[in-house]
Antibody, heavy 124, light 108 residues
Framework: EAQLVESGGGLVKPGGSLRLSCAAS????????VNWVRQAPGEGLEWVSS????????YYADSVKGRFTISRDNAKNSLYLQMNSLRVEDTAVYFC?????????????????WGRGTLVTVSS | EIVLTQSPGTLSLSPGERATLSCRAS???????LAWYQRRPGQAPRLLIY???SRATGIPDRFSGSGSGADFTLTISRLEPEDFAVYYC?????????FGGGTKVEIK
């Protein structure tokens, strides 16, 4: 069964850093574009970042550009999100999500597999 | 930039009833690049519909999507207990990736 499992969330002070991980299993991770999507408490979903299968295409939401870095290790079937200069408004559950097949690297696509998320709390 | 508005915010219905959820875009969405997801508390979001009307793998046929241009609808023909959840629409394609604010379907 295809699965994504996030980890690395926790409590961090404003200005701090955190690194999230997403472990993939049950499918060929190396051929998919994968993403981070977040949901702040009481809010809707917000796409954060995308990374193509060979790390050729990288996209970020304006709200995190310059502060967050997405990366992957296909040999370890893992996706990462390095979050620096964290702000209170970055508090959210962070989901790892896979683009469905058919994505050609241009623009954006839809997600056919999600993890359950990991909670990041930015507070002093 | 495109904004997706979902209505109603909350839908109170009983099991067996029909649910009709709306997702309205501030401008036309090209190629009907619209998806719907279900989110149950503590669970991973689940893809229901893509391309405005295509059911994802394993999704029961009581879920259907329709619409084009700027107006889209998710219909659940007969609500099952496990269908009470929050539903999100999502626009994709070349311009932007955004989600609607969600509709909560709750038990009446």
């Amino acid at each position: 069964e295809a699965q994504l499992v996030e980890s690395g969330g926790g409590l961090v002070k404003p200005g701090g850093s955190l690194r999230l991980s997403c472990a993939a299993s049950g499918f060929n991770f190396g051929i998919y574009t994968v993403n981070w999507v977040r949901q702040a408490p009481g809010e809707g979903l917000e796409w954060v970042s995308s990374l193509s299968s060979r790390s050729t295409y990288i996209y970020y939401a304006d709200s995190v550009k310059g502060r967050f870095t997405i990366s992957r290790d296909n040999a370890k079937n893992s996706l990462y999100l390095q979050m620096n200069s964290l702000r209170v408004e970055d508090t959210a559950v962070y989901f790892c999500a896979r683009y469905a097949p058919g994505y050609d690297g241009n623009g954006y696509w839809y997600f056919d597999l999600w993890g359950r998320g990991t909670l990041v709390t930015v507070s002093s | 930039e495109i904004v997706l508005t979902q209505s109603p915010g909350t839908l109170s219905l009983s099991p067996g009833e029909r649910a009709t959820l709306s997702c309205r875009a501030s401008q036309s969405i090209s190629s009907s690049y619209l998806a719907w997801y279900q989110r149950r508390p503590g669970q991973a979001p689940r893809l229901l519909i893509y391309g405005a009307s295509s059911r994802a793998t394993g999704i029961p046929d009581r879920f259907s999507g329709s619409g084009s241009g700027a107006d889209f609808t998710l219909t659940i023909s007969r609500l099952e207990p496990e269908d009470f959840a929050v539903y999100y629409c999502q626009q994709y394609g070349t311009s932007r990736l955004i989600f609607g604010g969600g509709t909560k379907v709750e038990i009446k």
